[in-house]
């Protein structure tokens, strides 16, 4: 595998439901990155881990919770969500901090039914 | 703060013709500038960057010069292919990273 990856990549779920993103960064870089992106709206940046330590929330829902057990994997832990929580969430990862360039993966698009 | 403007899409164009996407930025400091380009159901993908003035950057025949008289990065191509068809994102990264709304393009045989 190369680059940044992501599972899965399609997902529905209930608003009840608990389920997990998965992303893994075969790049060699420290930090890693959330983003949601819905039709018509900005790429919204979500959390940021450097060196595996979060650094960056934007006041994202409790409803969402990441977690970066090392510097190569990062997860999002989705529960009780909303349908305008429909959307494709994209992982990324830099070598440095939020102003390095950033790669992407291809993304997981979640439907909240 | 910093920011960056991209032209409203969506932009419709025959094979071969010429491109031009808008993309100016505010920026404190001395930002890198960055396209990134996102085919139908895929993620982002660094197109070209430019990390100081006058910078060129260039990749799959897609060019930007990074002009700080006009704080502006556009993006351009000489002769487009349907392959090119992708919605286009200009960002900007400072102390943090900025993004554009993106704007689609379409490439028609």
Request: hydrophobic share 30%; charged share 15%; aromatic share 12%.
């Amino acid at each position: 595998e190369t680059g940044v990856t992501q599972t899965p990549r399609h997902l529905v779920m209930g608003m009840t439901n608990k389920k997990s993103l998965k992303c893994e960064q075969h790049l060699g870089h420290n930090a890693m990155y959330w983003y949601k992106q819905s039709a018509k709206k900005p790429l919204e940046l979500m959390f940021v881990y450097s060196l595996e330590e979060r650094v960056e929330n934007n006041s994202v829902p409790s409803r969402f919770s990441p977690e970066c057990p090392n510097s190569s994997h990062l997860f999002l832990h989705l529960h009780t969500l909303q349908p305008e929580d429909s959307a494709l969430y994209l992982c990324a990862s830099s070598q440095g901090g939020l102003g390095e360039t950033q790669y992407f993966g291809p993304g997981t698009r979640l439907l909240v039914l | 703060g910093d920011s960056v403007t991209q032209m409203e899409g969506p932009v419709t164009l025959s094979e071969e013709a010429f491109l031009t996407i808008n993309c100016t930025y505010t920026a404190t400091g001395y930002p890198s500038l960055f396209w990134y380009v996102q085919y139908p159901g895929e993620g982002l993908q660094l197109l070209l960057k430019a990390t100081k003035a006058d910078d060129k950057g260039s990749n799959k025949g897609f060019e930007a010069t990074y002009r700080k008289e006009t704080t502006s990065f556009h993006l351009e191509k000489g002769s487009v292919q349907v392959s090119d068809s992708a919605v286009y994102f200009c960002a900007l990264s400072g102390n943090q990273f900025y993004f554009g709304t993106g704007t689609s393009l379409t490439v028609i045989p």
